[in-house]
Each structure stands twice: as structure tokens, then as C-alpha cells.
């Protein structure tokens, strides 16, 4: 079965202090992975898609990348509404499978 | 907005009950997927349909059953309630079935569920 670990639990920034997320995955055959961010008592919201090792996308103060086994998404220069739990999911046949998220505080 | 609609966003109820939650997926989405998140669990895979038909099944309680109506929108009946219940419960649409890269899952608002 898909598996999904994503570092650290949480993560306390200060406004402007860059940092970066942890994904690990073990699938079976990776068909892309998704990031998603979170705000308390909602949704997940769609940020990224990656596909292959190497690829790259950015938004606003985040960039996922991907790599065989892991994915990261950084967070330069934060701001206090970058605060959110950020999830990754890998895709398998029907569902997502998601880590347990990345909850990221930033203090202005 | 997603443009996915979920409906109540909020629900308390008593253990031994039934409660019936209501998704409605984005404009020309066939595909409805149920999720369960609870602070121990994280956000689980219920259910999937496409287009009407039941396509996959997660872990998924007997006491809980899902079906999707002609006009897409989809149903979550949970019966029997107990406090371990007590979640928030997603609907996301995508376009296509299967999980794939290209299918991404956009998630509603959810539905906030209390047994007491």
C-alpha cells in the first residue's frame, strides 16, 4: 500500500525566515504527487501537481519539487498567511493517499 | 471556492443515530470521493463514485453507504452513530475516475460532524 511521510509535524517561522517541508512516499509506481495546503475547519485547497523526478512549480512563496523519493516545498520569506497545514497525497489506482501534514505558523 | 458544495456545514447529533450529508461536485465533474478526517487519523478514503456507479471503496464502515443521483450530486448516510464518529467529512469532485496525476480532486468545505 501507498505510503506517505511527511517532516516535520509542525513548524514555527518568523516573517521572512525561509524554510522547507518534507514528503517521503513508497508507491508501487508514482503517477504524480499533490500538495495541498489546509486552513483550520476547511478544505484542502489545490496548490501543486508534480509528475517526474527534477520538475519544479511555483506559486506565490512556495516551490514544490520532486525528486524519486521525496518532495519538497519551500516557503521563502513567509508571511503570517502562509500559516496552514500543508499536505502532500500520492494518486493510487482510485484514492489519495495523504501524509499527516505540516501545520507552519508564522509569527509577523 | 473549490465549487464544490457541501451541505450542513455543521451537524450534532446523538449516538444511535442517522444523518445524511449532502456534496455537491463542480460543474462538470463525474467523479465524487468521500474522505474522513479526525485529529488521530488524518484524512482517510471513504468512497468514490463516477458517474452514478460506485468505483471504489476504502475503509469504509457497513454502517455507512454513499450513493451518487443522476444530476451527480452525491449522499453520505452514516447510521447507528457512535462517538468515535465524530469527523470532518469531505466531498472532492474531479473530472475523470482514477487517481492519476492528471485527475486532480478539488475538496468542499466539509462537513463538521458532533455525536454526543
Known amino acids: 500500500e501507498d505510503q506517505v511521510t511527511q517532516s516535520p509535524e509542525a513548524l514555527r517561522l518568523q516573517e521572512g525566515e525561509s524554510s522547507s517541508l518534507n514528503c517521503s512516499y513508497t508507491v508501487s509506481g508514482l503517477r504524480g504527487l499533490f500538495w495541498y495546503r489546509q486552513d483550520p475547519g476547511k478544505g484542502p485547497e489545490f496548490l501543486f501537481t508534480l509528475y517526474s523526478a527534477g520538475e519544479e512549480k511555483e506559486k506565490e512563496r512556495l516551490k514544490a519539487t520532486l525528486t524519486k523519493k521525496e518532495s519538497f516545498l519551500h516557503i521563502t520569506a513567509p508571511k503570517p498567511e502562509d500559516s496552514a497545514t500543508y499536505l502532500c497525497a500520492v494518486p493510487g489506482d482510485y484514492k489519495l493517499s495523504f501524509g499527516a501534514g505540516t501545520t507552519v505558523t508564522v509569527r509577523a | 471556492d473549490s465549487g464544490v458544495t457541501q451541505t450542513p456545514k455543521h451537524l450534532i447529533t446523538a449516538t444511535g443515530q442517522r444523518v445524511t450529508l449532502r456534496c455537491s461536485p463542480r460543474?462538470?465533474?463525474?467523479?465524487v470521493y468521500w474522505y474522513q478526517q479526525s485529529l488521530d487519523q488524518g484524512l482517510q478514503f471513504l468512497i468514490q463514485y463516477y458517474n452514478g456507479e460506485e468505483r471504489a471503496k476504502g475503509n469504509i464502515l457497513e454502517r455507512f453507504s454513499a450513493q451518487q443521483f443522476p444530476d451527480l450530486h452525491s449522499e453520505l448516510n452514516l447510521s447507528s452513530l457512535e462517538l468515535g464518529d465524530s469527523a470532518l467529512y469531505f466531498c472532492a469532485s474531479s473530472v475523470g475516475t482514477g487517481a492519476g496525476g492528471g485527475n486532480i480532486q478539488y475538496f468542499g468545505a466539509g462537513t463538521r460532524l458532533s455525536v454526543l
Open positions: 460543474s462538470g465533474d463525474l467523479s
